[in-house]
């Protein structure tokens, strides 16, 4: 994982994406775009929202599995909680708790994202356009 949040623009601009869609893009940038553009901005945010989702109810899932291990370490409850429910991720529910409350932080995002394929392999590398990276 990296260590260091210090991103360029075209960096800082495909990781707001993720988070914000085409509202993340200035005018000057949107009147640059094309509708493919478009549509692939889309697609991505789209894309970056389950992963960070996904993210989410695992940190969620990671603290419950905790709290049930230490408070009732030898219960059958908690061996079925655990083991069953203990990593289950349900993508039709949105978690409401902010990155802030779950400890999440901007390379957590970067490394769910990349390991999602939504953001490059090499993100940390990139160094170019953002049409080049879409």
């Avoid at 495909?14 to 493919?36: M, T």
Wanted: glycine content about 4%.
């Amino acid at each position: 994982m990296q260590t260091s949040t210090k991103l360029n623009q075209t960096q800082k601009l495909l990781f707001n994406i993720c988070l914000h869609g085409e509202n993340a893009c200035d005018d000057e940038v949107k009147k640059d775009l094309s509708v493919a553009d478009y549509h692939k901005i889309r697609n991505k945010f789209r894309k970056a929202q389950i992963a960070i989702n996904r993210l989410k109810q695992e940190r969620v899932n990671e603290w419950a599995n905790a709290f049930m291990q230490h408070f009732f370490p030898k219960t059958e409850l908690t061996q079925v909680f655990t083991i069953k429910y203990g990593d289950a991720v349900d993508l039709n529910k949105v978690c409401p708790m902010s990155f802030k409350d779950l400890g999440i932080t901007k390379e957590d995002i970067i490394e769910k994202l990349m390991d999602s394929g939504v953001l490059p392999k090499n993100f940390y590398g990139i160094n170019s356009e953002l049409k080049e990276n879409l």
